[in-house]
């Protein structure tokens, strides 16, 4: 079972402003500013998204 609520897609470019507060429990991300995209993470679904982040920024950086 996927444990996503909206499939969604947002693309961060070079000078993308990167934002969070924490809330709660939760991780609020904001991408592009106020009106941008909000991504709400768990902790244990920000450790996977941050272990999964440095992996692709090595595959990335190793091409």
């Not at 444990?3 to 993308?16: E, F, K, L, T």
Request: glycine letters at 8%; aromatic letters at 6%; hydrophobic letters at 45%.
């Amino acid at each position: 079972m996927n444990d996503i609520i909206v499939n969604a897609w947002a693309q961060i470019s070079d000078d993308c402003a990167v934002s969070y507060v924490i809330s709660g429990d939760d991780v609020e991300f904001s991408l592009g500013g106020r009106d941008g995209f909000q991504l709400i993470v768990s902790e244990r679904g920000l450790a996977t998204l941050a272990e999964t982040c440095a992996k692709a920024l090595a595959d990335l950086r190793a091409r």
